[in-house]
């Protein structure tokens, strides 16, 4: 039935979940066990799981029609129906607005509180705090919307008041979706051109003009010289700055290991492994940028593309994608380099760099910090998605009421504005990154800091490289 395959899914889901947190969290707030800890603990991942549901309910939309449409009269598959995938939806929709509303404000006021004064110590104390600034969050979050509401709508302001459940909690979270979809316009251009790079410090890249072993015995003997400083009297060194020096230590080493690995490494792992990487994420972002400009086009011919809601999704009656089972399957993968995209953009960003858990070493603030924003992003992503073309399956259940979806100067507006994004700063990284690695490859990194790298001209660059090759 529909409950026993949502719990099935929920459950694998949280402990997934669960052992991601606890690989994170910092061990000394939780070695003792306390019982407020471990529920505080218990709603971050009750909130984690439902931004991966969230994450997953256009994967899963498009695969379960595509499944259909391969197998129309199969036994097996007569669990996977509409009400299933429109059900997922409304689960979804009605958890993320509990725990965004609720949940994580009361965690953590729960984590900040300490008891009203005058109160006797203890759990009870700070639960009673905890709920009394949640209803006061509430009533002044309550009274933001309803003057936005009379302001844009008179009609309709007077009518949320009794209308509580129907028209505030929707229109609310069409707020907070609209902040996500704005936050995910500027996370993922971003973390589109950043993907290059991460993707490139996990992987070993090619030896052009380079003598790895040279390279490797200068970093061995700098390391060297550098822990003999570090170990020596003190009082030699008493004028250096020994926190500077055990940071420059630790960056050498982690430059040696690299080094190392880089030589260890097989030839076609290599010579191989990093450019079709390369070329995989060059291939992802040249097709989200086509697609959204396709979009574009389509926006001003044809109305149907406009981004709406539907109620019955139909599901194995026609592939969302002109291109069939491949298409559909380009488009999953799309949607996932999407959100992994927003979430490398997001942590890379000056804003919220801070917030990037550390393994081991997480307190349960930053845990609460992390698991909302990561709620934001992946609740925002079925409409971020389908407002820039990369699927053609229409929102369902109250993801698909949010009034400015029908406006086609917004949607027009943010197509054109993710592609600009996206093409400048796909178009700055792969420049950068070109000349950075030619300067390196060149020897000309290791210029004194003087010469501005940033003048060197083209022909010195080709001089440069000429006479390594003789």
């Excluded at 931004?51 to 449409?69: G, H, Q, R, T, Y």
């Excluded at 979050?141 to 009609?155: E, K, P, R, Y």
């Excluded at 027009?412 to 300067?439: C, D, H, P, Q």
Aim: proline share 3%; aromatic share 12%.
């Amino acid at each position: 039935s529909l409950v026993q395959i949502c719990v099935l899914l929920f459950t694998c889901l949280y402990m997934v979940c669960y052992l991601i947190l606890t690989h994170f969290k910092k061990t000394a707030e939780f070695i003792t066990g306390e019982f407020d800890s471990f529920w505080m603990l218990w709603l971050c991942t009750f909130t984690l799981s439902v931004a991966v549901c969230a994450v997953l309910l256009l994967p899963i939309s498009i695969l379960s029609n595509e499944v259909l449409l391969t197998f129309p009269h199969s036994y097996y598959m007569e669990w996977l129906n509409g009400s299933l995938i429109h059900g997922l939806w409304n689960l979804v929709f009605l958890f993320s607005n509990l725990s965004l509303v609720f949940l994580m404000p009361f965690a953590y006021f729960f984590t900040e509180s300490e008891g009203f004064a005058g109160s006797k110590k203890g759990v009870m104390a700070r639960v009673y705090e905890a709920v009394v600034l949640l209803i006061l969050l509430a009533l002044l979050v309550l009274g933001i919307v309803w003057v936005a509401s009379a302001l844009l709508h008179d009609n309709v302001a007077r009518q949320s008041l009794y209308d509580l459940w129907e028209y505030y909690l929707p229109y609310l979270y069409s707020g907070i979706s609209l902040f996500g979809v704005l936050l995910l316009l500027l996370c993922t251009p971003f973390g589109l051109s950043r993907m290059f790079s991460v993707t490139g410090s996990l992987l070993v890249k090619p030896r052009l003009l380079e003598d790895i072993e040279d390279t490797l015995s200068c970093t061995v003997f700098e390391e060297d010289s550098l822990f003999r400083k570090l170990n020596c009297n003190p009082s030699c060194w008493v004028k250096l700055n020994m926190e500077a020096m055990r940071k420059e230590y630790l960056a050498v080493q982690s430059r040696r290991v690299a080094l190392e690995m880089r030589r260890k490494a097989s030839p076609w792992q290599r010579n191989l492994g990093y450019p079709l990487a390369m070329l995989i994420l060059l291939a992802l972002t040249v097709m989200c940028v086509l697609m959204v400009c396709f979009n574009v086009l389509e926006l001003l011919l044809d109305e149907t593309a406009m981004p709406r809601g539907m109620e019955d999704p139909h599901l194995g009656m026609a592939s969302f994608s002109m291109f069939g089972s491949l298409g559909a399957a380009v488009q999953v993968v799309l949607i996932l380099y999407l959100m992994v995209s927003s979430v490398v953009g997001f942590y890379s960003s000056p804003l919220f760099c801070g917030l990037l858990p550390r393994m081991k070493d997480t307190n349960l603030t930053q845990i609460i910090a992390n698991c909302v924003s990561l709620l934001i992003l992946s609740s925002a992503l079925p409409v971020f998605s389908r407002t820039l073309g990369i699927t053609r399956f229409d929102l369902l259940g109250d993801f698909g009421r949010y009034n400015w979806l029908g406006n086609f100067y917004v949607v027009f507006l943010y197509n054109m504005m993710f592609a600009g994004l996206t093409s400048a700063s796909l178009t700055k990284t792969v420049t950068w990154a070109v000349r950075r690695e030619l300067i390196r490859a060149f020897g000309l990194d290791r210029l004194p800091i003087t010469v501005s790298r940033s003048t060197i001209p083209f022909k010195l660059l080709l001089a440069s490289g000429l006479s390594k090759i003789q």
